[in-house]
Structure formats: structure tokens, C-alpha cells
């Protein structure tokens, strides 16, 4: 890519030293001015539907824009009502064909998916990078994770099991059989535009289900590569509809078409509710992966510098917007003012810049909208009384602050209760560190919320580990580590993070129902 001057800056609030390096050492996708036109060129902007991409049936386009510097990176078709209707009318069309084909051959078309998608890893980063403005080498990890869904669920295909039983009396044969619920329509988001899509596609073309997906209208372009790629993997025409739209509502529409029988959206908890309720009028199937708010439990007895690299990786990927970020960093308070140093050296050492720079640890924030969420939590929390460590301020940022939406590593400590920080799911590159005194007062701060999707645990005693593990109210609990996601485990959340889960063993039953059929014995 072509340098921009003054493209890359480090919060430099605070001097410190013993910084500890976390991020994984990759080769990254070196592409120049003439590459990415290219890219850009062979990257469909069209609908898909019914195997081909085609314009909006009312020639409608919105922009893509690139929050690195806010420039425009492609107009893309924006479907309407109509286009939503023609491509459920394919997928019912195709339903039982897709369904009766062997699933040796779903999995073959999986399989094909996985090696495509490693084969086109350097272009799909690069142009996650472009419409979202994320780190190449946290697009680079996104593409590598999206393309295990395939892999793992082309193996299930094969898998899906039945039962044959006696009933009790003894009068009975039980034969339970499970097959695909049917046409399903995907809502994605824009802050993992190609794995949020590969983890609910990848299950339904294993369990037998045609597909329609609208991505983010933020990032709308990885969704529609992979589209071409399903095509090159072998995939049946209309299986698979991908439907782009700047009007939400044009799509989330077919929840009012009975033909329509599942329903899986990850998103904010507000629209997911209101979607949701919306499905339950003709009882569609419904699983929803939704906001989170994670604490990041650090007991006195933790080793500080696990606890700190796994801060950085918990956090930090793709500027701190992951549904699963830790969100609420409850520190004993024996050990608190160390960790307080220790992340805030971290953070420190992280280079702000536009995404597509080899040397970004932090892109910009998806959009305006978003800087104005971070801006006005970390506001509100120092007028509440916190310390600011590091970070704070996007003006500390020079010309970065000009350019985008960009927001320094920040860290916080002394945060009032009654901030709204305490409350709100973060979605940015912000540590607000809180402490306790006690291990069932952490747990009761780590609960004190509506949420439960992710929560984290350190601690050296393997008996104060899973204790804290079985107690904290989340769906998802890592132990001494920062990573959690993993295609072969199940992936949500409990109150109002969720419902349903994706991934693991279980990802594939949000796709098949259970039928029961009685024979005499």
C-alpha cells in the first residue's frame, strides 16, 4: 500500500518499559495501489442469487466506505424487498434437492470451501481490512477461523445421527430421525464479516438447509467473495442467496413469509429481541447470538504476566470491537495497581494506524458512530472519577484524529459504580480496570450485569479456577487464557446474550429437526 504520512501513532500518555509481546507472529499480505485495484475489480458487488451476482431490481447502490481514511471502496447492489422475496422463492425451490443430496457430497462442497478460502486468504484479509479498517493481521486470523468452520461442520455432515428404541410397554418401536428445518435466513455483522457468515452457513449446508445471508452494510464485500467462492467449491445454484442492503428492514422482511424456517442472528441485543419476536409470529426457529459485557476476573493469586498477555489478546483484537471482548477487568485489589501497570505498558506499545499498514496493531473504529459510543464512555468515566493511565483522548492521536475514526489504547482505573462504562458493553480499545476484596465479591461484580456471553478467569489454584468457572454466569468461561473461540466448541451465551449455540458438537442441531415415528413391535 502506498504511505501516508503520519499514518501510524502509539499512546504515549505514560513512558514505561517490560512490555510483553502477545500478537502472533505472521506473514501478512503485502499488496500495493495496483493489487488492490485489482482486488477490488475481481470482488462481485452485485446480489446473489440464484447462483449469479445481479444489480438491485431497483438499481439502488450504497457505498462502502473504508474507515481508514473514510474514502469510498466500492458501491455495492442494494437489495430490495423484492430481491429478498425472488431469492426465498429459489431457496424453497431448491430446499428438498439440497437436502436429499447425499451428505458425502455437502461435505466434498465444504471441504472445497475450506481449501478455497486458504487458497484466497491474502485478498480476503486485505479487502476485510479495506471495508472494515481491522489490522491485517487480525483479518488474516479471521479468514484462517472462518475457514475451520467449513472443515469441522463438513465432518458432521456425515455424522448426524438418529436413534431406534423400544417404548416401555413393549409395544412400540421408537425410530427417531432428524432432518434440515429448512430455508434460513443469516443476519451477520460487520465486525467479523466472513466468520459470523461461515459459522452459521458452514451448519446449514451440512444439516441440508438453503440459505439466504445479508451481511453488515458495513462490510458487505467479504461476503460476497465468499459467495464466489462457494460457487467455484461446487455449491448448487440458489442453496445460497447473499443479499447486501443499507436497508435492513428490505430483508429482516421475510420474517413475515411462513416459508421462512429458521432465523439466526448475531447483532445488538435490541434488534435481535425485536427480530426475534418478529420470527415467533409464524414460529421460526430461532438462535441469536447477541451484545455481551465479559468480565476479565484477575484473583490474587494469578500469574500477572499470563493474566496481562491474555488482557491484550482478550481485548484487543480488532481495536477491542469483539462481541466476546473483555469488557469489565475486576482485579483483586491486592494485585491491582501492578496489573494497572503492567496492561498499561502494553497498550502503550501499540502502533494506531490504518489497517492495510504491515505494522498496525490498532485500526481505526468501524465508523463516526461508533468513536462517539467510545468518546462518550470514557467521558462519562472521568467524570465519575477515574484514572486515566493511557490513552483517553483521540486528539492524542495527531493527524490519525483527522483522518478516522481512530481511538488511542486507553486505560482506566477507580471507576465510579455508577459510570456508564460499568454498564455498557465497551465495543472499543479501552481497559476499565475495577477491584475487589473478596472471591464471591468478584463474582458477584462479574454477574451484575444482563449479560452472559463470555467471561474470563485467572488464578493459579486449580480448585478457585473452576469454582469461579462454574459460578460466573456466562456461557463461555476461559481459564488462564485470552482465546476463546473454537470452531469444535460450542459458541453463546445465557440472559440476554442468547439463545441457541454455534459451533462444536452442537452447532449443527440449530439446523435439523427431530422427528419421531412409531412402529409396531
Given at each position: 500500500m502506498q504511505e501516508i504520512s503520519h499514518s501510524t501513532a502509539r499512546c504515549t500518555n505514560t513512558a514505561s518499559s517490560g512490555i510483553v509481546e502477545v500478537m502472533?507472529?505472521?506473514?501478512?499480505?503485502?499488496?500495493?495501489?495496483?493489487?488492490?485495484?485489482?482486488?477490488?475489480?475481481?470482488?462481485?458487488?452485485?446480489?446473489?442469487?440464484?447462483?449469479?451476482?445481479?444489480?438491485?431490481?431497483?438499481?439502488?447502490?450504497?457505498?462502502?466506505?473504508?474507515?481508514?481514511?473514510?474514502?469510498?471502496?466500492?458501491?455495492?447492489?442494494?437489495?430490495?424487498?423484492?430481491?429478498?422475496?425472488?431469492?426465498?422463492?429459489?431457496?424453497?425451490?431448491?430446499?428438498?434437492?439440497?437436502?436429499?443430496?447425499?451428505?458425502?457430497?455437502?461435505?466434498?462442497?465444504?471441504?472445497?470451501?475450506?481449501?478455497?478460502?486458504?487458497?484466497?486468504?491474502?485478498?480476503?484479509?486485505?479487502?476485510?481490512?479495506?471495508?472494515?479498517?481491522?489490522?491485517?493481521?487480525?483479518?488474516?486470523?479471521?479468514?484462517?477461523?472462518?475457514?475451520?468452520?467449513?472443515?469441522?461442520?463438513?465432518?458432521?455432515?456425515?455424522?448426524?445421527?438418529?436413534?431406534?428404541?423400544?417404548?416401555p410397554a413393549g409395544n412400540a418401536r421408537i425410530v427417531v430421525t432428524r432432518a434440515p428445518v429448512g430455508p434460513t435466513l443469516a443476519i451477520t455483522p460487520w465486525n467479523f464479516p466472513l466468520a459470523m457468515g461461515a459459522r452459521k452457513l458452514a451448519p446449514a449446508l451440512a444439516a441440508g438447509c438453503t440459505m439466504l445471508i445479508k451481511p453488515a452494510s458495513k462490510t458487505p464485500l467479504t461476503m460476497l467473495y465468499l459467495a464466489k467462492l462457494m460457487r467455484q467449491a461446487g455449491l448448487p445454484d440458489g442453496v445460497l442467496a447473499v443479499l447486501p442492503t443499507d436497508h435492513a428492514d428490505q430483508v429482516s422482511s421475510l420474517l413475515d413469509d411462513a416459508r421462512l424456517r429458521k432465523f439466526t442472528f448475531t447483532g445488538s441485543t435490541a434488534v435481535g429481541q425485536m427480530l426475534a419476536a418478529k420470527a415467533a409470529n409464524h414460529t421460526i426457529a430461532t438462535s441469536l447470538e447477541l451484545g455481551g459485557n465479559a468480565p476479565f476476573v484477575v484473583f490474587a493469586d494469578a500469574d500477572l504476566d499470563t493474566a496481562v498477555e491474555a488482557a491484550k489478546v482478550a481485548k484487543m483484537r480488532g481495536a477491542g470491537q469483539v462481541c466476546i471482548a473483555a469488557n469489565r477487568f475486576i482485579v483483586h485489589e491486592s494485585v491491582a495497581e501492578e496489573f494497572a501497570a503492567k496492561i498499561t505498558a502494553v497498550m502503550e506499545a501499540m502502533t494506531v494506524g490504518r489497517g492495510t499498514e504491515p505494522d498496525t496493531d490498532v485500526g481505526p473504529l468501524s465508523g463516526d458512530d461508533q468513536l462517539e459510543t467510545v468518546t462518550r464512555l470514557v467521558k462519562d468515566a472521568k467524570a465519575h472519577g477515574a484514572k486515566v493511565h493511557c490513552g483517553g483522548d483521540p486528539q492524542q492521536l495527531g493527524d490519525l484524529a483527522q483522518l478516522g475514526p481512530y481511538y488511542p489504547p486507553t486505560v482506566l482505573s477507580n471507576i465510579g459504580d455508577h459510570a456508564d462504562i460499568a454498564q455498557e458493553e465497551i465495543f472499543g480499545p479501552v481497559v476499565a480496570i475495577y477491584t475487589f476484596s473478596d472471591d464471591e465479591q468478584a463474582i458477584a461484580m462479574a454477574n451484575d450485569t444482563q449479560f452472559g456471553l463470555a467471561a474470563y478467569v485467572f488464578s493459579e489454584n486449580l480448585e478457585r479456577a473452576l469454582w469461579a468457572a462454574e459460578k460466573v454466569a456466562a456461557g463461555m468461561v476461559a481459564v488462564n487464557k485470552g482465546a476463546l473461540s473454537d470452531p469444535a466448541a460450542p459458541f453463546g451465551g445465557v440472559k440476554e446474550s442468547g439463545l441457541g449455540r454455534e459451533g462444536g458438537l452442537e452447532g449443527i442441531d440449530e439446523f435439523l429437526e427431530t422427528k419421531f415415528i412409531s412402529l409396531p413391535l
Open positions: 502472533t507472529e505472521q506473514a501478512l499480505p503485502n499488496f500495493d495501489d495496483d493489487a488492490v485495484a485489482a482486488l477490488l475489480q475481481e470482488t462481485p458487488t452485485g446480489l446473489f442469487i440464484n447462483g449469479a451476482f445481479v444489480d438491485s431490481s431497483t438499481g439502488t447502490t450504497f457505498a462502502v466506505t473504508n474507515p481508514s481514511d473514510r474514502s469510498t471502496v466500492a458501491q455495492v447492489a442494494a437489495a430490495s424487498l423484492a430481491d429478498a422475496r425472488s431469492a426465498l422463492d429459489v431457496a424453497v425451490q431448491v430446499q428438498d434437492q439440497w437436502a436429499a443430496t447425499p451428505a458425502q457430497e455437502r461435505a466434498d462442497i465444504l471441504l472445497a470451501a475450506y481449501r478455497l478460502l486458504h487458497e484466497h486468504l491474502d485478498e480476503l484479509a486485505v479487502l476485510q481490512s479495506l471495508e472494515l479498517g481491522r489490522a491485517l493481521k487480525d483479518s488474516v486470523a479471521e479468514v484462517r477461523y472462518a475457514a475451520e468452520f467449513f472443515r469441522w461442520f463438513a465432518g458432521e455432515a456425515t455424522r448426524i445421527t438418529g436413534d431406534y428404541r423400544h417404548n
